[in-house]
């Protein structure tokens, strides 16, 4: 069985997640009332250089959130991203979250070939996702209606046997997927950009592959090889085998 993430290991969704983001705290249909490429057109050079450092450090769209705080824009690394996340309030992180959410629905509605253009597969994925059709499930923080309509954009809907989404917990969610197979998780292979769910799935007994090719920090690739974390770089996808 082949585990995989969706955003920063399948495909490329930069612009969309910033723009979605930026705009957490508007109104979704007023906002949506522009395309995609107008709001992407739009961003301040400022919040995306902050969404980029940011975005190495998030795993949820929650955390994205900390985009929005000015002071991330001299972000120095974990703790800081710790401290600022920690002072959103969970009202109004829960807020933005369903903000951002609602956002991504009415721009998937109204724009929809244009927002499906903003995922962009990477290299090599799509070779993986068919070798290994039937095979494939997606465990993510993305929702799931996105990714199984992207998926079926780019001709890979049949590839993929199920799809967890806006999951928080990937430990739990490879165990019971391995379950529902009738295996164990030495059978799975999982792939996924961030250190701390690779590290967290391994620990399951899973063969757990860090994709290098994704978001992620200094500080994660120093922990890496303390932990002697197994890197999967994009080339290598031609000959991955679950």
Same mark, same amino acid.
């Given at each position: 069985m082949l585990i995989l993430d969706f955003d920063g290991v399948v495909c490329d969704a930069f612009e969309e997640c910033a723009v979605v983001t930026r705009h957490a705290g508007d109104a979704a249909a007023a906002t949506a009332a522009k395309s995609p490429a107008e709001l992407a057109a739009g961003l301040a050079p400022a919040f995306l250089d902050r969404f980029r450092a940011v975005r190495r450090h998030s795993r949820l769209l929650d955390h994205f959130m900390v985009a929005l705080d000015p002071r991330s824009e001299r972000l120095g690394g974990q703790e800081e991203?710790?401290? %600022?996340?920690s002072a959103i309030p969970?009202?109004?992180?829960?807020? %933005? /979250? &369903?903000g951002a959410t609602a956002l991504r629905a009415e721009l998937r509605r109204r724009h929809r070939a244009e927002w499906? #253009?903003?995922?962009?597969?990477?290299?090599?994925?799509? #070779? %993986?996702l068919e070798r290994h059709a039937?095979? /494939?499930?997606?465990?993510? &923080?993305?929702?799931?209606?996105?990714?199984r309509e992207i998926l079926a954009h780019h001709g890979l809907g049949g590839a993929v046997v199920s799809v967890v989404g806006e999951c928080a917990d990937k430990r739990a969610a490879v165990l019971e997927l391995v379950a529902e197979d009738g295996l164990?998780?030495?059978?799975?292979t999982?792939?996924?950009?961030?250190l701390r769910n690779a590290l967290q799935v391994r620990d399951t007994g899973a063969r757990a592959l860090w994709a290098y090719? #994704?978001?992620?920090?200094?500080?994660? /690739?120093r922990k890496s090889l303390r932990r002697r974390v &197994?890197?999967?770089? %994009?080339?290598?996808?031609? #000959?991955?085998?679950?």
């Open positions: 991203f710790d401290a %600022l996340f969970d009202e109004r992180r829960e807020r %933005l /979250v &369903a499906l #253009g903003m995922h962009r597969l990477y290299p090599g994925v799509r #070779g %993986l039937g095979r /494939v499930s997606i465990v993510t &923080a993305k929702d799931e209606t996105s990714v164990r998780p030495e059978h799975t999982f792939v996924d950009d961030n090719w #994704g978001y992620h920090t200094a500080d994660d /690739v &197994a890197r999967l770089y %994009l080339p290598e996808l031609a #000959g991955l085998s679950a």
